[in-house]
């Protein structure tokens, strides 16, 4: 095909798409006499992107703290738009869903292998200062961190244990987002009273993860693989994917996350630090305690048994 002809068939195919929204064609190539040319800058939003780190303090370090938990916001957000992928995705096929489950898998490695820019990146002094600014914050605020649990797996498998017996597929959503296992780190253990982290955090974001909640019932990576025919359920290299993602979130990237805050939180080696929103940061965060698990079906007794004790 000659230049000439190859043209033609690109302005027909442009034809074409703008008939599809009932576009005058004319119309559109004529903008594009008027368009400026894409520069890396504009297209990558770069200055609005590098107006975003604002310190608290004059501390130099707590810019290390602001820009890392921005790229893993950034991260999260990959993650959430590979999981809406594969939810979305109609008679989905193995080698896609694999594909797509081994992606994030390496964000979330990349997430995991990272935690050294924090935990040998700052200076212990310059943090136990400037993270009283911090509070009430914490990262326990992560919306989007939530919106990958739901996305992932039944809400029962994100339920406190001590409440997993009184909730099924029929509960409402509110009940079960009263009673999620991050829940109890936000609550007094004795009196149940909210704490100002968690109030603020579900003001700002409740109907979002109650629509999330309901959006993701039948479509998270747990309910799209129990779709799947029986034998692609058996595919080994999809169900390796399931189960690395499984490993990869609820315990290998959380353990190097609670590894680096006892660094900085739990200086004195007594497990007496507090965190910044006042959370019981270790069971919170240690996966033997809440037993954050995605898919309990594909793992063994025993490893459910031992899930997250160190080695």
């Given at each position: 095909?000659?230049?000439?002809?190859s043209?033609?068939?690109?302005?027909?195919?442009i034809?074409?798409?703008?008939?599809?929204?009932?576009?005058k064609?004319?119309?559109q190539?004529?903008?594009?006499?008027?368009?400026?040319?894409?520069?890396y800058w504009d297209?990558?939003?770069?200055?609005?992107?590098?107006?975003l780190?604002?310190?608290?303090t004059?501390l130099?370090?707590?810019?290390?703290f602001?820009?890392?938990?921005?790229?893993?916001?950034?991260?999260?957000?990959?993650?959430?738009?590979?999981?809406?992928?594969?939810?979305?995705?109609?008679?989905?096929?193995t080698?896609?869903?694999t594909?797509?489950?081994?992606?994030i898998?390496?964000?979330?490695?990349?997430?995991?292998?990272?935690?050294s820019?924090?935990?040998?990146?700052?200076?212990?002094?310059?943090?136990m200062?400037f993270?009283?600014?911090?509070?009430p914050?914490?990262?326990?605020q992560?919306a989007q961190?939530r919106?990958?649990?739901?996305?992932?797996t039944d809400?029962?498998?994100?339920?406190?244990?001590?409440?997993?017996?009184?909730?099924?597929?029929?509960?409402?959503?509110?009940?079960?987002?009263?009673h999620?296992?991050w829940?109890a780190?936000?609550?007094?253990y004795?009196t149940g009273?909210?704490?100002?982290?968690?109030?603020e955090?579900?003001r700002e974001?409740?109907?979002?993860?109650l629509?999330?909640?309901?959006?993701?019932?039948?479509?998270?990576?747990w309910q799209?693989?129990k779709q799947?025919?029986?034998?692609?359920?058996?595919?080994?290299?999809?169900?390796?994917?399931?189960?690395?993602y499984d490993?990869?979130?609820?315990?290998?990237?959380?353990?190097q996350?609670?590894n680096?805050?006892?660094?900085?939180?739990?200086?004195?080696?007594?497990?007496?630090?507090?965190?910044?929103?006042?959370?019981?940061?270790?069971k919170y965060?240690?996966?033997?305690?809440?037993r954050?698990?995605?898919?309990?079906?594909?793992?063994?007794?025993e490893?459910?048994?031992h899930?997250g004790?160190?080695k």
């Amino acid at each position: 095909m000659n230049n000439i002809d190859s043209s033609e068939a690109i302005l027909k195919e442009i034809e074409i798409k703008y008939q599809a929204i009932n576009q005058k064609t004319e119309t559109q190539l004529e903008g594009l006499l008027w368009s400026k040319p894409i520069t890396y800058w504009d297209y990558i939003q770069t200055d609005a992107l590098l107006s975003l780190q604002v310190q608290r303090t004059t501390l130099p370090d707590e810019m290390v703290f602001i820009m890392y938990h921005q790229v893993n916001e950034l991260i999260f957000k990959m993650i959430l738009w590979e999981m809406r992928q594969i939810s979305y995705c109609e008679n989905i096929q193995t080698d896609f869903f694999t594909e797509r489950l081994m992606r994030i898998s390496r964000y979330f490695d990349m997430l995991t292998t990272s935690f050294s820019i924090m935990g040998d990146g700052m200076e212990v002094n310059q943090y136990m200062k400037f993270r009283n600014t911090l509070t009430p914050a914490s990262g326990f605020q992560s919306a989007q961190y939530r919106l990958i649990e739901f996305s992932s797996t039944d809400l029962i498998n994100l339920i406190d244990h001590r409440y997993r017996d009184s909730i099924d597929r029929n509960t409402p959503y509110e009940f079960a987002l009263e009673h999620l296992y991050w829940q109890a780190a936000g609550k007094d253990y004795h009196t149940g009273k909210k704490s100002f982290l968690l109030e603020e955090f579900e003001r700002e974001y409740k109907k979002m993860f109650l629509n999330h909640m309901e959006e993701y019932n039948t479509i998270n990576i747990w309910q799209k693989f129990k779709q799947l025919p029986d034998l692609d359920q058996k595919n080994p290299e999809l169900i390796l994917a399931m189960r690395h993602y499984d490993h990869t979130v609820n315990i290998t990237w959380v353990m190097q996350h609670l590894n680096t805050a006892k660094k900085y939180i739990d200086q004195s080696g007594k497990g007496d630090g507090e965190a910044t929103g006042g959370s019981d940061w270790k069971k919170y965060m240690h996966p033997k305690y809440q037993r954050r698990i995605f898919f309990p079906e594909l793992w063994s007794a025993e490893e459910l048994a031992h899930w997250g004790e160190e080695k």
